[in-house]
């Protein structure tokens, strides 16, 4: 059995004490998808905890994608934040009002991971950090790409927290936030798909938990 180690944190701005980071969220889509191996164990790895099974993992509190933002610190030496994925004008605005920096915008063709991946170019430096606003697996996987083809060193992988934040998507309430319960929120929208994903990951989940012998996930804070 092999013991695969996963590393976290409790507190976003401590993130930025790292060299090189894809920050990811810990949650039953990511679960799901790490223990079916469609995302890989990248040496840079580092999650957050977002969502119950996050809290139930770590023993930490969940700290939703919206709230990372709203909580996120940039150091001095972040001077520019290129975003790839979806993004609105007012969350563009939202950036630049926040971070006090210039905020670049790849807009990506609705494309498969592995054609999506060849037309993405990064001008890279070390003063940029990279925000992906992706579904799980393809922002986990399109970071693990970036990192090794442009040799980026700084990604978050933020999903919709970032809508939520700018308030394009509106914030879950807090009484179902705080029992780990966002979900049952996210279900008024989009209902169909978003309730077939989530039944695909919880069973997929469970069955790899169960049956599955070559991995046991240890999560290490730092």
Not at 75 to 102: A, C, H, M, S
Request: charged letters at 25%; hydrophobic letters at 40%; proline letters at 3%.
């Amino acid at each position: 059995m092999n013991n695969i180690r996963l590393k976290y944190i409790t507190n976003i701005n401590s993130i930025f004490k790292v060299d090189e980071f894809i920050l990811c969220a810990l949650n039953l889509a990511f679960l799901c998808f790490f223990s079916n191996n469609k995302i890989s164990n990248h040496k840079n790895l580092v999650m957050w905890s977002d969502g119950i099974y996050g809290k139930f993992l770590t023993g930490t509190k969940k700290i939703p994608g919206s709230n990372l933002i709203k909580e996120m610190r940039l150091p001095k030496d972040i001077k520019r934040i290129i975003i790839i994925g979806n993004l609105k004008p007012n969350e563009k605005k939202f950036l630049k009002k926040k971070f006090k920096v210039k905020v670049q915008y790849k807009k990506i063709p609705n494309a498969k991971e592995e054609e999506l991946k060849k037309k993405i170019i990064i001008n890279y430096n070390k003063t940029d950090l990279i925000f992906i606003t992706l579904p799980t697996p393809m922002q986990e996987n399109i970071a693990d790409y970036l990192s090794k083809r442009f040799r980026i060193k700084k990604i978050i992988c933020i999903g919709g927290g970032l809508a939520i934040a700018a308030g394009t998507i509106a914030e879950c309430p807090r009484v179902l936030s705080k029992i780990g319960m966002e979900f049952i929120w996210r279900l008024r929208t989009d209902t169909a798909r978003r309730f077939k994903r989530l039944i695909y990951t919880f069973f997929i989940y469970q069955y790899m938990k169960l049956f599955s012998h070559s991995k046991q996930l240890r999560l290490i804070k730092i």
